[in-house]
């Protein structure tokens, strides 16, 4: 099929697609983002789009990836966002495009810690072989683990995501089991009807398989494993790929790894000694790993480091030993067996290779010193990405905010990739205004919290309440509540109240709450209508300057770090922040900065030219007019 009909088949499916839709509408930055898509997979070349609020890129992806005939990976960044696709748009896709004669074979595949594994709720069902890890159960666990077997025997799938209640963490641990712990389908008696493996022969007999970003790195790590093969990766949300890649083809060890290896292990082998021995390893490495919290280390490591990762190996070492010479002819025994052994054999893995990190790697501690994590992450993700992706596939990758140096951050090919932006289609001039505050005083003076307070209070009432003030620190968050809360006529939610999803629920049903969130917040937050009409940012959300990776990858920079790292990063921060005020084309509102530094700092116009296009005002009593006639719509 040649580009023009490629293109041309995509766009008639889609029209036929999106002609179903309830008030469909024609979007031109939809049908382009379409056009390009399947341009880029006829010609085998990488695309970087990026596509606003409201453009439909969804189906702009899926549709031309699906006309094309190749097999499609779709690796999003959430699982939320991957439950959207199974739930809503690939079963709509899959009846529009078969009454075009179109057969879409889809499937999500998760890690194997989101399905109910069959062996380990047997195994809890036979006393006689659990009876210790019963014994310490609590009468609720052990409920819930009842209720959760009866919904095995009707779940298709036994994802935990189809639950319509939420087990607590110690029942859906006793019913599952992670990667580094499963012994796989052919050793295992419950293989051939285990959930995990059941997704996996859905994957294999499907054009368009849906993953997280994060499994996605674990199979590139894992050199290309995992995942069935394909011809296409989209990657959705991909402002994250660099950050996750970091994570998942990189070694973290934390001290409760330790916790959990001598749980598994304490499930089959009776010997309190050699398990206490593995368990206690936990404030081994606590007590290492504190002192360097947040900071990165030198190579080789500190002597305090290296001689707890060697302490590691003498234990793994005896223990691994110690559940090899057990010899059982129980089955469910045997399972237990081969997955202290795996798990065992994992972590030692992630020991050894600590202890010989390479130059192109960046050692450092990470979490808090309560609960410190050793990371060692990859200098440049660019390679790995390129070895596994990029010479393998043809990649895909969109966002709504996409940073300037995502290409050159993730190692893409110059003469092999295309970048478009195709816009949104709401009418932001007329529906947003940018409001920088100009004459607050810089976010480093000790005057910067009490005039945002201040800032804060007048919006608030302007508005009515309809705000999400978003901050950059949780000090600055909590300062600004006891400042305004008393102050406004309409209550305040903070992130500190209650879970995410039951957050925005609540701050979504009432017009005049407000609601205070940090960083976590400023993506993933859908409220459109006229709960949200101000959304304000205390400060332009530069990464941390010790951040020990980045400052790694500064260094190599050199001059030219602020304007690759930092700058983009804030830059696409600042614009998904500001992407929560306007979802539909009937929404209107303000979007208010607090930090001067956007109305007066030498990069001020690379971060402006990142947001959508809003009217800019600096003065407040133009906003709170707009606002009070917001009140009135």
Same mark, same amino acid.
């Given at each position: 099929?040649?580009?023009?009909?490629?293109?041309?088949?995509?766009?008639?499916?889609?029209?036929?697609?999106?002609?179903?839709? %309830?008030?469909?509408?024609?979007? %031109?930055?939809?049908?382009?983002?379409?056009?390009?898509?399947?341009?880029?997979?006829?010609?085998?070349?990488?695309?970087?789009?990026?596509?606003?609020?409201?453009?439909?890129?969804?189906?702009?992806?899926?549709?031309?990836?699906?006309?094309? /005939?190749?097999?499609?990976?779709?690796?999003?960044?959430?699982?939320?966002?991957?439950?959207?696709?199974?739930?809503?748009?690939?079963?709509?896709?899959?009846?529009?495009?078969?009454?075009?004669?179109?057969?879409?074979?889809?499937?999500?595949?998760?890690?194997?810690?989101?399905?109910?594994?069959?062996?380990?709720?047997?195994?809890?069902?036979?006393?006689?072989?659990?009876?210790?890890?019963?014994?310490?159960?609590?009468?609720?666990?052990?409920?819930?683990?009842?209720?959760?077997?009866?919904?095995?025997?009707?779940?298709?799938?036994?994802?935990?995501?189809?639950?319509?209640?939420?087990?607590?963490?110690?029942?859906?641990?006793? $019913?599952?089991?992670?990667?580094?712990?499963?012994?796989?389908?052919?050793?295992?008696?419950?293989?051939?009807?285990?959930?995990?493996?059941?997704?996996?022969?859905?994957?294999?007999?499907? #054009? $368009?398989? !849906?993953? #997280?970003?994060?499994?996605?790195?674990?199979?590139? /790590?894992?050199?290309?494993?995992?995942?069935?093969?394909?011809?296409?990766?989209?990657? *959705?949300?991909?402002?994250?790929?660099?950050?996750?890649?970091?994570?998942? =083809?990189? !070694?973290?060890?934390?001290?409760?790894?330790? !916790?959990?290896?001598?749980?598994? =292990?304490?499930?089959?082998?009776?010997?309190?000694?050699?398990?206490? @021995?593995?368990?206690?390893?936990?404030?081994?490495?606590?007590?290492?790993?504190?002192?360097?919290?947040?900071?990165?280390?030198?190579?080789?490591?500190?002597?305090?480091? !290296?001689?707890?990762?060697?302490?590691?190996?003498?234990?793994?070492?005896?223990?691994?030993? @110690? $559940?090899?010479?057990?010899?059982?002819?129980?089955?469910?025994?045997?399972?237990?067996?081969?997955?202290?052994?795996?798990?065992?054999?994992?972590?030692?893995?992630?020991?050894?290779?600590?202890?010989?990190?390479?130059?192109?790697?960046?050692?450092?501690?990470?979490?808090?010193?309560?609960?410190?994590?050793?990371?060692?992450?990859?200098?440049?993700?660019?390679?790995?990405?390129?070895?596994?992706?990029?010479?393998?596939?043809?990649?895909?990758?969109?966002?709504?905010?996409?940073?300037?140096?995502?290409?050159?951050?993730?190692?893409?090919?110059?003469? #092999?990739?295309?970048?478009?932006?195709?816009?949104?289609?709401?009418?932001?001039?007329?529906?947003?205004?940018?409001?920088?505050?100009?004459?607050?005083?810089?976010?480093?003076?000790?005057?910067?919290? %009490? @005039?945002?307070?201040?800032?804060?209070? @007048?919006?608030?009432?302007?508005? /009515?309440?309809?705000?999400?003030?978003?901050?950059?620190?949780?000090?600055?968050?909590?300062?600004?509540?006891?400042?305004?809360?008393?102050?406004?006529?309409?209550?305040?939610?903070?992130?500190?109240?209650?879970?995410?999803?039951?957050? =925005?629920?609540?701050?979504?049903?009432? $017009?005049?709450?407000?609601?205070?969130?940090?960083?976590?917040?400023?993506?993933?937050?859908?409220?459109?209508?006229?709960?949200?009409?101000?959304?304000?940012? *205390?400060?332009?959300?530069?990464?941390?300057?010790?951040?020990?990776?980045?400052?790694?990858?500064?260094?190599?920079?050199?001059?030219?770090?602020?304007?690759?790292?930092?700058?983009?990063?804030?830059?696409?921060?600042?614009?998904?922040?500001?992407?929560?005020?306007?979802?539909?084309?009937?929404?209107?509102?303000?979007?208010?900065?607090? *930090?001067?530094?956007?109305?007066?700092?030498?990069?001020?116009?690379?971060?402006?030219?990142?947001?959508?296009?809003?009217?800019?005002?600096?003065?407040?009593?133009?906003?709170?007019?707009?606002?009070?006639?917001?009140?009135?719509?």
């Amino acid at each position: 099929m040649s580009d023009s009909h490629s293109s041309a088949a995509a766009l008639a499916a889609l029209d036929a697609v999106t002609a179903a839709l %309830p008030a469909a509408e024609q979007r %031109p930055g939809q049908r382009q983002m379409a056009k390009q898509v399947a341009a880029a997979i006829e010609q085998g070349r990488h695309l970087v789009v990026q596509a606003g609020t409201g453009t439909g890129k969804t189906l702009a992806y899926l549709v031309p990836a699906i006309v094309s /005939g190749k097999r499609t990976v779709v690796a999003t960044a959430t699982k939320a966002l991957q439950d959207q696709l199974a739930t809503k748009d690939l079963p709509f896709l899959t009846e529009q495009l078969g009454r075009q004669g179109i057969e879409v074979e889809w499937a999500v595949l998760k890690g194997r810690s989101n399905y109910l594994c069959l062996q380990r709720l047997r195994e809890t069902n036979n006393p006689a072989q659990a009876q210790l890890e019963l014994d310490e159960m609590s009468a609720t666990t052990k409920l819930e683990i009842k209720k959760l077997g009866e919904w095995a025997v009707a779940s298709d799938t036994g994802d935990q995501a189809e639950l319509d209640w939420n087990p607590s963490d110690t029942s859906w641990r006793a $019913v599952s089991v992670g990667s580094d712990e499963c012994p796989g389908a052919d050793r295992c008696p419950m293989g051939h009807e285990c959930f995990a493996e059941l997704a996996r022969r859905r994957a294999q007999a499907a #054009n $368009v398989i !849906v993953v #997280n970003t994060h499994l996605y790195g674990l199979h590139v /790590g894992s050199g290309g494993v995992i995942l069935p093969e394909h011809d296409v990766t989209i990657f *959705d949300e991909s402002q994250v790929l660099e950050d996750t890649m970091s994570d998942t =083809v990189g !070694v973290q060890i934390a001290p409760g790894r330790f !916790v959990t290896v001598g749980s598994t =292990v304490r499930r089959f082998l009776e010997d309190p000694q050699l398990v206490g @021995a593995i368990t206690d390893l936990a404030s081994v490495f606590r007590d290492a790993l504190s002192p360097f919290t947040g900071q990165r280390l030198t190579a080789p490591l500190p002597d305090p480091i !290296v001689e707890a990762l060697h302490e590691a190996q003498l234990r793994l070492t005896r223990i691994g030993e @110690a $559940v090899q010479k057990i010899e059982t002819g129980v089955e469910d025994a045997q399972q237990r067996k081969l997955r202290a052994q795996r798990i065992i054999t994992r972590t030692m893995e992630s020991v050894e290779a600590a202890l010989v990190a390479s130059d192109g790697t960046v050692p450092f501690v990470s979490g808090s010193r309560d609960n410190p994590r050793l990371e060692i992450a990859p200098l440049d993700v660019g390679p790995t990405l390129d070895a596994g992706v990029w010479q393998q596939h043809t990649a895909i990758l969109t966002s709504a905010t996409i940073p300037s140096s995502l290409s050159r951050r993730v190692g893409l090919p110059k003469t #092999n990739t295309t970048e478009v932006d195709v816009g949104s289609p709401f009418d932001y001039d007329s529906q947003a205004m940018l409001y920088c505050a100009m004459h607050l005083p810089p976010p480093k003076s000790p005057k910067f919290r %009490p @005039a945002v307070a201040e800032e804060l209070i @007048a919006l608030i009432e302007a508005a /009515g309440g309809r705000t999400l003030a978003l901050f950059t620190s949780w000090a600055a968050m909590d300062d600004a509540v006891e400042a305004v809360r008393g102050k406004v006529s309409v209550p305040i939610l903070t992130q500190r109240d209650l879970p995410k999803p039951a957050l =925005v629920k609540q701050f979504a049903e009432s $017009v005049e709450t407000c609601l205070f969130a940090t960083t976590g917040m400023f993506q993933g937050v859908d409220v459109p209508g006229s709960t949200l009409s101000l959304v304000v940012i *205390d400060k332009l959300p530069f990464p941390r300057p010790d951040d020990p990776l980045l400052s790694a990858r500064r260094e190599k920079l050199g001059p030219n770090a602020f304007a690759e790292i930092d700058l983009p990063r804030a830059a696409t921060m600042l614009a998904q922040a500001s992407g929560r005020l306007i979802r539909n084309a009937t929404d209107r509102g303000v979007v208010a900065v607090l *930090d001067s530094r956007l109305g007066s700092a030498r990069y001020r116009w690379e971060i402006v030219k990142a947001l959508p296009p809003m009217k800019r005002t600096r003065d407040r009593t133009e906003v709170e007019t707009f606002l009070r006639s917001l009140r009135d719509e």
